[in-house]
């Protein structure tokens, strides 16, 4: 009972620190200047710009999960520690990997830079784009696909959540025996996953 009551306590915490983490993004992007002043960097010509078509192709491709809301943006255009800020003007968050893929190929064809975005938690400005690269979300891609509990392996989608998997992984007596401050670090980060029984 205690052991119980304790893990609900420490999810309500963490569920609080979450969206207290989200709401500071909001309040401090707007005063963050732009990465490419700050650090004076310039733009490469070759890259094109996106387009009402492009957006239009990522529509018809993933309908519903392409976003070009400015406030919805601000927070995946700036990082953890509001250091560095990005103007994309949009953001596509596919399912599968064969989304992924169509993404990329477009991208590919038409020269349109790309940022892939995890949690939003690193801290050394990788995850936010510098310019207007489309920012490909990985939040979507969140399905663990299988758990071999005699192995210790889980294969997942690149998006799962260090914590969910650790979640999910008590059912089976295992979990993840790395636990960051940002607990919204995704999978991405890791090479293997070694699991402990
Ligand atoms: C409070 C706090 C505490 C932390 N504590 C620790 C700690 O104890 N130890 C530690 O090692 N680190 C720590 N970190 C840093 C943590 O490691 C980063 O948050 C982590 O690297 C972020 O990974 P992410 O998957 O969320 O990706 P993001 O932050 O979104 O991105 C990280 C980089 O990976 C790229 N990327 C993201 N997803 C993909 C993908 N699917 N495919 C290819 N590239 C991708 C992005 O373009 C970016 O360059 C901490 C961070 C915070 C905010």
Redesign the pocket.
Known sequence: MYKTEKMNLIQKSRSFLNRYQKLQILVHSASVDYTYKNYNVERKPDFAKVTKEDIAFFDGLIPGRVVTDDHELEAHNT???HLVKGMSKVMVKPKTTEEVSKILKYCNDRSLAV??????????G??VPVFDEII?S?NL?NKINTVDEVAGFAVCQ??VVLEQLDQYLRDYNLMVPL????K??????MYQQMLVV
């Open positions: 990082d953890w520690l940022c892939p975005q995890g949690g939003n938690t690193g801290l050394v990788g995850s490909l990985m891609m690149s998006g636990d960051l401050g940002a919204v670090v995704i999978l991405a980060v």
